[in-house]
T-cell receptor
Framework: RKEVEQDPGPFNVPEGATVAFNCTYSNSASQSFFWYRQDCRKEPKLLMSVYSSGNEDGRFTAQLNRASQYISLLIRDSKLSDSATYLCVVMGTYKYIFGTGTRLKVLA | EAGVTQSPTHLIKTRGQQATLRCSPISGHTSVYWYQQALGLGLQFLLWYDEGEERNRGNFPPRFSGRQFPNYSSELNVNALELEDSALYLC?????????????FGPGTRLTVL
């Protein structure tokens, strides 16, 4: 079993739609969790850290479920500019593990 | 505030040669990480340096090595280059004082091995 798993997609959604991604992790001792966004042939950029209580940043909401060992990202009112690959990242002791990413395409 | 910088942007080498990639972290960050991203694939963890020490390395052969300097900048060396080493090499840095230790990435060095 992979340490961090994501549905690769692609998720093709119309503008204005709400879309959600999940990411599961295998190590229950994982300490910190993040969502990054990566555009084609560019470096990953931090989208948001994921806190135990859940957190929201504008149209983006992240949740952590430690009991079921998954994190989620919800994007509301999708924009064309949200098209990218979304990477889930799990941090353990001296180790960051990246998921392979979920591709999102927002269609006009 | 300047972000993570990497040099060179592009590097072309031939099989068997050696490559040196450089990274300067965000000012105040003491941890530096190296990743390899082959075309169409996910990020593969290479090395983690903190305060000049190697803290962890990924599942890569010993010809991948590096170091961190007293100013926290870092070098990644790849010896005896192979065709499959062609990839985007990303460097990231984080602050040891951050409670959640987010990583911030540089723009990468695109290595092509011919």
């Amino acid at each position: 079993r992979k340490e961090v798993e994501q549905d690769p997609g692609p998720f093709n959604v119309p503008e204005g739609a709400t879309v959600a991604f999940n990411c599961t992790y295998s190590n229950s001792a994982s300490q910190s969790f993040f969502w990054y966004r990566q555009d084609c042939r560019k470096e990953p950029k931090l989208l948001m850290s994921v806190y135990s209580s859940g957190n929201e940043d504008g149209r983006f909401t992240a949740q952590l479920n430690r009991a079921s060992q998954y994190i989620s990202l919800l994007i509301r009112d999708s924009k064309l500019s949200d098209s990218a690959t979304y990477l889930c990242v799990v941090m353990g002791t001296y180790k960051y593990i990246f998921g392979t990413g979920t591709r999102l395409k927002v269609l006009a | 505030e300047a972000g993570v910088t990497q040099s060179p942007t592009h590097l072309i080498k031939t099989r068997g040669q050696q490559a040196t990639l450089r990274c300067s972290p965000i000012s105040g960050h003491t941890s530096v990480y190296w990743y390899q991203q082959a075309l169409g694939l996910g990020l593969q963890f290479l090395l983690w340096y903190d305060e000049g020490e190697e803290r962890n390395r990924g599942n890569f052969p010993p010809r991948f090595s590096g170091r961190q300097f007293p100013n926290y900048s870092s070098e990644l060396n790849v010896n005896a280059l192979e065709l499959e080493d062609s990839a985007l090499y990303l460097c990231a840095s984080s602050s040891s004082t951050s409670t959640v230790s987010e990583q911030f990435f540089g723009p990468g060095t695109r290595l092509t091995v011919l």
